[in-house]
Nanobody
Framework: QVQLVESGGGLEQSGGSLRLSCAAS????????MGWYRQAPGKERELVAS???????DYADDVKGRFTISRDNAKNTVYLQMNSLKAEDTAVYYC????????????????WGQGTQVTVSS
């Protein structure tokens, strides 16, 4: 059974920093893309940042220059360093991994963490 376990959320003041971590565990064949999504109250879930196994990254426009995604392939872990936080960054942040598992679907599939709350006070 595959699990994505997030940590690092919490309450921070505007202008502050937080670092999120997400570790994938269980029987995994290959992780292609890891990323972070967020969902604010009353809004749809949106991509924050993603990173491929080769290190190529993609960011939402409103976090470029403030957030940095990184990945440790040996540990199946992805990080999100969030600097210069704003009140509008307040949301539940979800870890995502596109991967294949032994005995599972013959194509990469989306797996999700349980989410971690990030609250930024203005």
């Amino acid at each position: 059974q595959v699990q994505l376990v997030e940590s690092g959320g919490g309450l921070e003041q505007s202008g502050g920093s937080l670092r999120l971590s997400c570790a994938a565990s269980g029987s995994i064949s290959r992780i292609y893309i890891m990323g972070w999504y967020r969902q604010a109250p009353g809004k749809e879930r949106e991509l924050v940042a993603s990173i491929t196994s080769g290190g190529s990254t993609d960011y939402a426009d409103d976090v470029k220059g403030r957030f940095t995604i990184s990945r440790d392939n040996a540990k199946n872990t992805v990080y999100l360093q969030m600097n210069s936080l704003k009140a509008e960054d307040t949301a539940v942040y979800y870890c995502n991994a596109v991967m294949t598992v032994p005995g599972g679907r013959p194509y990469p599939y989306n797996y999700w963490g349980q989410g971690t709350q990030v609250t930024v006070s203005s």
